[in-house]
């Protein structure tokens, strides 16, 4: 690397700290200018600044190699000052074997064998590569094989390009290396930041920050048609529906407008005792109903029609179930008087059941996204992982009882509430250790199952509800809260996020009603809230 | 009221609510059948479920001075009995942290 008087005269390093080197910081300048295609700038900044992007060395091997003057190439190559011995052998056996392939190319066999003889062999690299050579010699077929084909030009542009990645960034900087700086900062800016929630368009004039706004922080509306406590909520797939059970007996599936108003749409009637649990099919077509001590009753959405009822000759509690991903099966998990677990289609009809001494009750069950994972929460203190139908099955312990069970939406994570006043974050691996990914704490639980759920874009938040009447928010990072919501007077049973719409949540409560909280600024946030949070 | 989380004990012998048949405790938790509460005879035992816990009080019972919690069914908030808090008497400390259920209250079930 040559710096010229023009250079020395300004600083030689940048930054506030002096880590940035002036002169690889022009050439990599010059070098997205050049990939840019402005190339007028870029000779231009070169002869200014009197760093030329490419070093010497650089231009004496591209000449060598594009006329064919192998030697050269290799003394040229053991010039370069700092170049590690393994590097070295594998630029030498580079350019040896384009040599090597240019000989047989042409005919000359026994120049070739020399050229194997001599210069390859004595490098020491992997002996199969150099049989594989020595086979070319007797099999010329085999070498179109290798992709080296092409004209003469071609390949000498391909090897200078396989040289310059073995030999050491400085003698050609790689493409696309101030992209890549710029992004890796905007990346680790985007991770760091703790509400970032809305997508929001990166913008390289500032450091990227959330506001506390952009996660659901304001009840925007207030669900009252239910007569009595609710129990469950739970938005479609889609985000375009939301269903709440309660326990006056009925379940209620409400539309999302366009304009992020929900409303209500129909009233499901026919259950005889309150409704714990609800279902949606992963096409969001039906919806299951599962009551407490009663059969389950499965639904149309858009009719809002009775399709079926899953009833049990023996009268068995269908405590929950889940839907395979194909939208036509149905697992189901069942208890008292013996514990069972089944599939059955979408008529009721039983598919296949596994009961006996073994099976343990079961009280949540959810199927992964892909259909291969089943996890239930069996005696309360299991957690039972179990690849479907037939597989590897994996159980992990808890200290303390484990009230409800949530998925994420790839699949990939899962939580769980506990008694003790704590949510455990597990990875959904049968592979898995016993160890848990995080805890979050800060809500209150005790006497009531409390449902918890991930959310906000990326699943980057989990949300619960919480017996003091307020829903708690973390990210998935930190153990604390990061936003408290109140509204609610009575204990806050369940809470769901809108899959489609990162800036909406929703809550059901023991006071019979069902709040919609929204993100306080629009996704696109402007300046003038900026101010208006500071003032 | 919420859906209120019930444990269910599995040994074939529990002790179930007389009122709304939830479990409370399992058999092999008692410690002693010669207790008496205000009901009449009464068990020790180690391990309840689905309970809550009333307020700390002293109380003056027949072996003397403690502090006890009463303890209700959490599903119909039943009293079921309490729980031994602290005790005054190093003779009865045996009794720390320990339940007294009532006969009256209970069924054995199994």
Known sequence: MESSDDIESRLSRLGSRGLI??????????????????????SSLESESGVRLDSAQHDRLLFDVMSGRWENCVSTINSIPGIDTSSLINASYLIWKEHFFELIGSGCFLPAIEVLWKQISPLGVDSCRVHRLAQYLVCYEAMGQTG??????????SLFLDLVEVLPPYIRVPSGRLEKLVETAVLKQRSSCQYHNLPKEITLFEDHKCWPEQIPSTCSQVLLEHKNEVWFVQFSHNGRYLASSS????????????????????CLMGHEKPISFLSWSPDDTMLITCSNGETSKLWDVKTSTLLATFSDPKRRIISSCAWFPSSDKVLCSSSEPDNRIFTC?????VLDAWEGERIPKISDLAISPDGRLVIGICSEKTIWLCEFPQGKEKVIREERSITSLSLSRDG??????????????????????????????????????????????????????????????????????????????????SVTWNPARPHMLASASDDHTVRIWMAGCNPQPSKKLGESLIS | MGLLFLQSLPGPKVFKCRCCKVDSAPHDAIVSKNFSGRYGP??????????????????????????????????????????????????????????????ARVMKIG
């Open chain 1, 148 to 157: 080296s084909v092409g004209s003469t030009v071609q390949r000498r542009i």
């Open chain 1, 345 to 349: 289609d979408l008529a009721g009809n």
């Open chain 1, 21 to 42: 080197d002036t002169t690889q910081f022009v050439r990599i300048i010059i070098q997205s200018l050049y990939s840019l295609g402005f190339n007028k700038a870029a």
């Open chain 1, 247 to 266: 326990s006056d007996c009925t379940a209620i599936i409400w539309t999302v407008e366009d304009d992020d108003m929900v409303v209500y749409k129909h």
């Open chain 2, 42 to 103: 009464a068990y020790l035992i180690n391990r309840v479920v689905n309970i809550t816990m009333g307020p700390s009080e002293d109380r003056h019972l027949m072996t003397g001075w403690h502090t006890v919690n009463d303890i209700f069914c959490s599903c119909c908030q039943q009293l079921l009995g309490w729980k031994y808090e602290k005790a005054y008497d190093d003779s009865q400390k045996y009794k720390e942290g320990r339940f007294v259920l009532e006969k």
């Open chain 1, 412 to 493: 990939q994570f899962f939580i769980v509430n506990l008694n003790s006043e704590e949510i455990h974050l597990r990875k959904l691996d049968v592979n898995i250790g016993d160890g848990v990914d995080a805890v979050f704490k800060g809500h209150r639980q005790g006497k009531y199952v409390i449902r918890s759920c991930f959310g906000g874009s990326g699943c980057s938040f989990v949300a619960s509800g919480s017996e003091d009447s307020k829903i708690y928010i973390w990210r998935r990072k930190c153990e604390s809260p990061i936003k408290v919501l109140m509204g609610h007077s009575m204990i806050v049973n």
